[in-house]
């Protein structure tokens, strides 16, 4: 079994995983912000317009063992990227809603995309970097999705200053494809895990 990948693709395979985990994270915080913006602009209650952030947040914590068990089952880059392409697609739909159902629904559905993203990232690094240097790329994670996190406001409201909710969603779109199409390209493949007699 090969331990890790060689240099330079194990690079551009971490900045894959990288670009992807910190869009899911930062989705996760950023709409916080908006929630004032968006419950005046889709003429909602402040106590609905929570929901825009629920739905996210429930949506992932609900579906993200089943996508972990289904990344050994199928594959880890399988999931990854089906993840990046729906998270991508919702985006998509969160930028264009124009009511808050439409809005709420896409958000469970961006929230099932980055279950899907997050819940194969660390299990990637195994396959990425030679055991020598996991803990590297453990670090290296930890520090994306940290600052992603602490990021997630400043963002929101420099987007905020320059044009409407809508775009704190459409700026999801290129970033997510762009991981989707490095992921392809550079991630390594895991064989399918055979389950028998499980029942």
Same mark, same amino acid.
Request: aromatic share 4%.
């Given at each position: 079994m090969q331990d890790g990948i060689p240099k330079p693709q194990r690079n551009w395979a971490m900045a894959a995983i990288s670009v992807g985990i910190s869009v899911a994270v930062l989705d996760g915080a950023i709409a916080n912000v908006a929630l004032p913006t968006i419950a005046g602009d889709l003429h909602v209650n402040p106590a609905s317009s929570i929901w825009v952030v629920n739905a996210f947040q429930l949506a992932v914590t609900i579906s993200l063992l089943a996508f972990s068990s289904l990344?050994?089952?199928w594959g880890y880059?399988?999931?990854y990227v089906g993840g990046l392409l729906l998270f991508s697609t919702t985006s998509l739909?969160?930028?264009l809603s124009r009511s808050f159902w439409m809005l709420t629904v896409a958000r469970v559905l961006q929230g099932f995309?980055?279950?899907?993203?997050?819940?194969?990232? $660390?299990?990637?690094? =195994? $396959?990425?970097?030679? =055991?020598?240097y996991l803990g590297r790329g453990m670090g290296i994670n930890a520090m994306v999705v940290a600052v992603s996190a602490v990021a997630g406001p400043s963002v929101a409201s420099a987007i905020l200053s320059l044009g409407s909710w809508h775009w704190l969603f459409a700026i999801n779109i290129p970033l997510g494809l762009l991981a989707w199409g490095m992921g392809q390209r550079f991630l390594p493949k895991r064989e399918e895990r055979q389950y028998r007699n499980c029942l």
């Open positions: 990344g050994d089952l880059k399988k999931v739909i969160c930028a995309g980055a279950a899907a993203i997050t819940s194969v990232n $660390t299990a990637q690094l =195994r $396959t990425i970097y030679p =055991r020598k």
